[in-house]
């Protein structure tokens, strides 16, 4: 296999937050056990206005990095006990297999511990709608805790190395 490609998606209106924080951190974790993986990181924020234009050249071509690649982070914050409604409009411009052959990896921040099944039973299935694979359990981080994000995503990695590295065929 070639050098894999890695796109994280930041669903968060509020660019450059927590939420990107702790995606960019994830993907960094997975591109250190995946030699020489390339990452891509795509703020739909910077490109809110244009998710509902069939024609705006920068939302295809982030549509085709994230089709595209082997491996993906998909992540939001929690609103409302689900994903963001900016993500929803950007996973909707696919069709029902338009993730397949994408390893994808969901993950969520929310301000309580009460939310932490929402990426399990919000993101994850849209995901598998759209064709990903989803061998791992999602991520989740309680925001105010991301003073110990190095240690979630351990704890996390832990039980995830093994199968994300298997599906991205190195493992």
Known sequence: MNEPTIVVVVGNPSPG????RAAKAVAEKIAES??????????????APLLFDPDATEVNEYL???????LAVIASPTYKASFTGLLKAF???????????VVAV???????????????????PV?????????????????KEIDRLDEQIE???AQAEKPLLRSLGLG
Do not use: K
Not at 64 to 70: I, P, T
Not at 91 to 101: E, I, M, P, V
């Open 155 to 157: 704890s996390w990695w």
């Open 91 to 101: 996973l909707d411009r696919y069709g029902s297999d338009g993730l397949a052959g």
């Open 17 to 20: 937050g927590r939420t990107s």
């Open 64 to 70: 085709v990095a994230l089709a595209s690649s082997d």
């Open 106 to 124: 969901p993950l969520m921040l929310g301000a309580s511990p009460i939310h932490y099944l929402a990426p399990e039973t919000q993101l994850r």
């Open 34 to 47: 995946a030699d020489g993986a390339e990452v891509t990181f795509i703020e739909l924020a910077h490109v």
């Open 127 to 143: 995901l598998i709608e759209l064709g990903a694979t989803v061998p791992t359990r999602a991520f989740f981080l309680v925001d």
